[in-house]
C-alpha cells in the first residue's frame, strides 16, 4: 500500500482519502512524497514516528521520493507522524504534520517470529547510489 504526501514549504500532509494504517505490516508500506521547489537540491529523509512509543526510524528518500515505510515505528497502536528531514550544506530543516496517520493494531499475536530489523540507513544510501549509477 503507498501513502502519498504533499510538502509544501515546510508542512506536510498525507493525501490518502483514508489516514489509516495497520499495525506489523513489513516492507508492505511505501510512503511517496511530493515536495515543492523550496527544497530543490536538499538532501531528503523522513523520520517516522509512533507517537505512544516514540519508536522513531529515519529512512533516506529515492531519487523518485519514495522510500519503504519502516515496521518499527508501527508496532503496537498510536498515531503514525512523519517528518521530512532536509539538508543542504550547513542548513536543516524539519517538516510538520498537521495530522498524523491513525495505527490500528493488526491481528498478529506475540507468539509470532521476531522480524529483523529495517535495513541501515547506510545500507539503504548504498543501494540508491548504485540504482541511480545504474540508471544513467
Do not use: W
Not at 511505501?30 to 523520520?47: C, M, P, Q, R, V
Amino acid at each position: 500500500m503507498t501513502y502519498y504526501f504533499s510538502v509544501i514549504g515546510q508542512f506536510l500532509e498525507c493525501t490518502n482519502s483514508k489516514k489509516v494504517i495497520v499495525s506489523d505490516s513489513v516492507n508492505y508500506h511505501t510512503a511517496h512524497f511530493t515536495i515543492d521547489s523550496s527544497l530543490e537540491g536538499y538532501n531528503k529523509s523522513a523520520i517516522f514516528t509512533n507517537t505512544r512509543t516514540k519508536v522513531s526510524v529515519i529512512k533516506p528518500l529515492d531519487v523518485d521520493n519514495n522510500c519503504i515505510i519502516p515496521f518499527e515505528p508501527l508496532v503496537g497502536e498510536g498515531y503514525l507522524d512523519v517528518c521530512i528531514k532536509a539538508t543542504l550544506d550547513t542548513s536543516v530543516l524539519y517538516t510538520d504534520m498537521g495530522v498524523q496517520l491513525v495505527i490500528y493494531q493488526s491481528g498478529k499475536t506475540d507468539a509470532s517470529d521476531p522480524l529483523p530489523p529495517s535495513q541501515s540507513v547506510y545500507d539503504e544510501i548504498l543501494e540508491i547510489a548504485l540504482k541511480k549509477n545504474v540508471a544513467e
